[in-house]
């Protein structure tokens, strides 16, 4: 969409949204760019990191959160020098013109920027496609994927979705997919294609396609990096615990997000979701606490009813700290012994030492993933800690 830049009845510019905007939810998806053109000059208001919420009503939208112009114009410079300097040496690709662009902002318009700054045809595609119901399936998928283009800069999304670490509970698809990607890089390509894969968390990509790729970049701030490192780090180890059962390739504990950013846990949340192909359902505790308080326990049996209806869903459950000693925990219990495997549950609070013991037995909210730095981790911990030793000395 474009509207014209009037000033003083003259068109002196215009103002472009590109890609996508949901008017339902009065928010920009994932894919939307905001920018201002004047002249020959452009500037880039923000990218939109959270994907839409298809509902006539948002009640809580996620707060918006832009990459800066600094850190964009660097990552596009980057790629496109190191693609620049494959392409003038005129030798063999052997894998290492591909890039793994990584983190919670979005890739995919800085792959679309690498290709404008090469002068090269610009191809998307969704990794999740390479997924069919038998092996053979896949691998032709593969070989189509790279076989028969021209030259272009290829951007391959959600690849952190068909690349998992091998033998982990995941199923057999995409054990074979990760291991004909790893072939793929490994020989010449016919013809010169760019290729930069889009993940959410580098720990959620295989080893062995780091090793094969020419770099693995972070989109964002240099500053936010170690943190959603150690996040995914995290978050991998629950995931790759040992599990032998039904539904193993959706099972995943549920989990608590602690820290004190609740807009970082928010997107920790959506990302995981997004990278796992799950339907997030999200919900405040405050205002399950209000519903509680006027129907009963109707209110935490509808919320489990529609993750369930969802399913494979992440029920997101925001401020949790809110709950505190409530007679509606006891609810929350009976229907986290009793939920659907395909329906995961992440709650956010500031400590989860504060929270009921009841919530935190096996089975339940049992593992906890803190949103920030490793060295802040310690401190954090140990204030809660202190929290909760002055609480139980307060007594009931």
């Avoid at 930069?196 to 062995?208: Q, Y």
């Avoid at 599990?243 to 920790?268: A, C, D, F, I």
């Avoid at 009976?334 to 935190?360: E, G, I, T």
Wanted: hydrophobic share 40%.
């Amino acid at each position: 969409m474009q509207f014209p830049f009037v000033r003083n009845g003259v068109k002196s510019g215009e103002f472009r949204v590109i890609a996508t905007l949901p008017m339902t939810t009065v928010m920009f998806s994932t894919s939307t760019k905001i920018e201002v053109r004047q002249g020959n000059e452009v500037s880039q208001m923000g990218i939109g990191v959270h994907h839409p919420i298809f509902h006539p009503t948002v009640q809580n939208p996620p707060e918006a959160a832009t990459v800066g112009l600094e850190t964009v114009s660097q990552l596009i410079d980057h790629i496109s020098q190191k693609f620049l300097s494959y392409r003038n040496s005129k030798r063999p690709t052997h894998g290492k013109c591909s890039v793994v662009l990584y983190g919670p902002y979005q890739n995919k318009e800085i792959a679309r920027g690498v290709a404008h700054t090469m002068n090269m045809r610009f191809e998307y595609t969704d990794a999740s496609k390479l997924i069919k119901d038998y092996p053979d399936d896949s691998v032709a998928a593969v070989d189509e994927l790279f076989t028969g283009r021209g030259p272009c800069v290829l951007f391959i999304d959600r690849f952190d979705n068909v690349a998992p670490e091998v033998g982990r509970g995941y199923s057999y698809i995409t054990d074979v997919i990760a291991a004909k990607l790893k072939l793929t890089l490994d020989e010449p390509l016919e013809n010169l294609v760019f290729i930069i894969a889009g993940a959410r968390w580098r720990s959620f990509v295989e080893p062995g396609i780091h090793s094969r790729v020419s770099d693995v970049l972070f989109c964002g701030p240099q500053e936010e990096q170690q943190e959603w490192d150690s996040v995914g780090t995290c978050l991998r180890r629950l995931m790759t615990l040992p599990y032998k059962g039904e539904h193993s390739r959706w099972r995943t504990p549920s989990v608590v997000l602690y820290g004190w950013n609740s807009s970082q846990m928010w997107n920790v949340a959506s990302s995981f979701a997004a990278c796992r192909s799950l339907k997030l359902v999200r919900a405040e505790a405050s205002h399950l606490l209000r519903l509680y308080n006027r129907v009963g326990h109707a209110a935490v049996a509808d919320l489990f009813l529609r993750a369930t209806c969802e399913r494979p869903a992440l029920l997101f459950i925001d401020s949790f700290d809110t709950v505190g000693d409530h007679a509606m925990i006891n609810e929350l219990c009976v229907h986290l012994d009793n939920m659907d495997r395909q329906v995961h549950v992440f709650v956010a609070v500031r400590w989860w030492q504060l929270m009921n013991p009841q919530l935190l037995e096996a089975g339940r909210l049992d593992k906890q993933v803190f949103c920030g730095t490793a060295t802040t981790k310690v401190l954090w911990d140990y204030v809660g800690n202190q929290l909760l030793r002055h609480q139980q000395s307060r007594g009931p």
